[in-house]
């Protein structure tokens, strides 16, 4: 008796990335636009973000099935100013108007020192250190902020009003990969809880609560009209605040307790506004900057801190881009589903 292999398939990135853009252009993505996602979703999963990577196109088709997202939308760039970019999404998706403002932020940054891109009318269904690192390999600094659908409870309340409302940051490091990392400023992301209910795995003690406002560790608990809490008590809720009124309130963008797409059965992702803050690092004749950097993060880990932000995603990276992406034989017919007649 034999059992079936369990090693997963191996894809060339490029490969990976093809079908993820013929998927989306089937789905009523058009082709710069499709590019640009099918991109940023290969490139999250090939580097071990799973809860960005291909678990996320079910919802991406689900999302454009329902007419919620315009997944054609051409973007409208707004010069508001000497270091202020403003960009209308058009009810599309978040990364394509980043890429349609991207030369005139960083024309602006450069000339200036810093810059902003407000984005509204966007939705964003992935993770933000993927907009932030090109940025770090062009040493400058990034910070970004983007809002969702409420689904995290104020601290002691019992009604959601904030999305998970992630935050990111990316730096050069001179001599290595930059550091970037993003985080949600609940407990957890909403995939990951998603991930949980899924394969019927507990979450930590406290991660949320019921429909009731009682506190839960049940995934499925949280999913089904409960909610999450934010990190870090007081200090955690603080920041969520902080980033809703950037990412929406500063942006233009809806709040994510105004996201309603409940005239859109299968809609999943949320229409609303991400902020991005860029600095260069050069001005002020810090040319040292990068290495100061590099100096510190040395420092950390001569301290004790094993592992640095970062890190095991460029470990896998490198492993990836000597072997290709692995895809499971059920995920790649899951995928490969989307394209039948």
Not at 12 to 36: T, W
Not at 80 to 96: E, K, L, T
Not at 165 to 191: K, R
Request: aromatic residues 6%.
């Amino acid at each position: 008796m034999t059992t079936a292999d369990p090693t997963p398939r191996r894809l060339p990135f490029h490969q990976l990335v093809g079908l993820l853009r013929e998927i989306l252009v089937k789905s009523g993505v058009s082709q710069a636009n499709a590019e640009i996602l099918a991109t940023n979703c290969a490139t999250c999963e090939r580097d071990g973000s799973h809860s960005h990577g291909l678990f996320r196109i079910p919802g991406y088709v689900s999302t454009l099935a329902s007419g919620w997202v315009d997944g054609r939308a051409v973007p409208r760039v707004e010069d508001a100013g000497p270091s202020y970019v403003r960009i209308d999404a058009n009810n599309g998706f978040a990364q394509p108007a980043l890429a349609a403002g991207r030369a005139l932020l960083v024309e602006k940054v450069r000339q200036s020192g810093v810059a902003v891109a407000a984005i509204r009318n966007s939705h964003h269904f992935s993770a933000l250190w993927p907009d932030l690192e090109p940025f770090a390999c062009e040493g400058l600094v990034g910070l970004s902020f983007v809002t969702g659908i409420a689904c995290v409870i104020p601290l002691g309340g019992r009604k959601p009003v904030f999305g998970t409302n992630p935050l990111a940051f990316a730096t050069p490091v001179e001599g290595h990969e930059p550091l970037a990392f993003d985080f949600a400023t609940s407990v957890m992301s909403n995939g990951d809880v998603r991930i949980a209910a899924q394969a019927g795995r507990r979450l930590p003690p406290n991660s949320g609560v019921n429909r009731d406002g009682v506190p839960t560790d049940d995934p499925a608990a949280i999913l089904n009209g409960g909610a999450l809490v934010p990190f870090g008590g007081h200090k955690g809720a603080s920041i969520i605040l902080m980033v809703e009124i950037l990412a929406s309130a500063l942006t233009g963008g809806q709040f994510s307790s105004e996201v309603d797409f409940s005239a859109h059965p299968g809609a999943e992702t949320p229409r609303t506004g991400q902020l991005i803050l860029l600095i260069d690092p050069a001005r002020g004749g810090n040319a040292a900057f990068s290495g100061r950097v590099a100096s510190l993060l040395e420092t950390v880990r001569g301290a004790g801190q094993q592992r640095l932000p970062g890190d095991r995603r460029y470990r896998v990276r490198r492993d990836v881009e000597a072997h290709g992406v692995p895809i499971s034989e059920e995920q790649l017919a899951r995928l490969q589903s989307y394209l039948d007649p």
